[in-house]
């Protein structure tokens, strides 16, 4: 069935070093790529989003990186902080059909000041 | 109240126990999502409405039974629930149930079952 592949499980940086977060998805009509964002014992919010048409987009200090040959997609976030702390989780959806995201299982980021 | 709401958020039951989670949302959406967050494992689609429409039942056993009364709000209905049913379920809302449109959470409600 479909599914999405997140790596690393969990990831320690100090501040200011980037970390970088490697999705892998299974249906290859997935055509739709958010990223959340949830802080520990808050809820998940939406930091960035991808479309299939698009290989890479910024939004500050976070960027998203598409390959569909590979099926692959990464989140880069560079000059981590402190706040930048949480649990991210990948996603896939394909056009069709209703609303529906595959989620990876997550990876606990970690920026030690 | 903004956004995605959820009540209660920590929740204790024993296995005989009826209960049933509450959320609201106050976006003005036509969709709603359960999802089951247990630790480690990807989130897990529950159930899934357009409109107070099921749209999807993704498999889930029938001791959680959903209820949509209307376009703001979808309850979870618990009964007869087993230990590892305990999780963080979390409710979503989207403008509509087209592919690609933003789905926004609730803080979630904390259950263990007991």
Redesign the interface.
């Known amino acids: 069935g479909e599914n999405v592949e997140q790596h690393p499980s969990t990831l320690s940086v100090q501040e200011g070093d980037s970390a970088v977060i490697k999705c892998t998805y299974s249906d290859s009509a997935s055509n739709y790529f958010p990223w959340y964002k949830q802080e520990l014992g808050k809820r998940p919010q939406l930091i960035i989003d991808i479309r299939s048409n698009v290989g890479e987009k910024k939004d500050q200090r976070i960027a998203v990186t598409l390959n569909k040959t590979a099926k692959h997609f990464s989140l880069h976030i560079t000059e981590t902080q402190p706040e930048d702390s949480a649990v991210y989780f990948c996603a896939a959806s394909r056009t069709g059909g209703y609303n529906k995201l595959i989620f990876g299982a997550g990876t606990r980021l970690a920026v030690h000041p | 109240e903004t956004g995605?709401t959820q009540t209660p958020r920590h929740l204790v039951m024993g296995m005989t126990n009826k209960k049933s989670l509450k959320c609201e949302q106050h976006l003005g959406h036509n969709?709603m999502y359960w999802y089951k967050q247990s630790a480690?494992?990807?989130?897990e689609?529950m159930f899934?409405y357009?409109l107070e429409e099921r749209?999807?039942n993704n498999s889930v056993p029938s001791r959680f039974s959903p209820e949509c009364p209307n376009s703001s709000h979808l309850f979870l209905h618990l009964h007869t629930l087993q230990p590892e049913d305990s999780a963080l379920y979390?409710c979503a809302s989207?403008q509509?149930?087209?592919?690609?449109?933003?789905?926004?959470?609730?803080?979630?409600t904390r259950l263990l079952v007991l």
């Open positions: 995605v969709a480690k494992k990807p989130l689609l899934v357009s749209v999807e979390l989207s509509d149930i087209t592919a690609q449109e933003t789905q926004y959470f609730g803080p979630g």
